[in-house]
């Protein structure tokens, strides 16, 4: 397994959505995006889709 390390990351952005309710009800996916953590490597699956 590679090790990587935050310093590495540098410079990387890591792109999600966030769900709200609209004011109609449905659902609404606003992007986020944010510097990319260590963290993000370790907890990112794919759950298919």
Same mark, same amino acid.
């Given at each position: 397994?590679? %090790?990587v +390390? #935050?310093? #590495?990351? +540098?410079?990387? *952005?890591?792109?999600?959505?966030? *769900?709200? %309710? /609209?004011? $109609? /009800?449905k %659902? %609404? ?5 944010r !510097? =990319?953590? =260590? $963290? $993000? =490597?370790? !907890? +990112?699956? $794919?759950? /298919? /889709?």
């Amino acid at each position: 397994m590679a %090790k990587v +390390e #935050q310093k #590495q990351l +540098e410079g990387l *952005v890591y792109r999600t959505s966030k *769900v709200i %309710k /609209g004011d $109609d /009800g449905k %659902k %609404k996916y606003i992007p986020v995006e944010r !510097a =990319l953590k =260590l $963290d $993000d =490597l370790l !907890a +990112e699956s $794919d759950k /298919g /889709g």
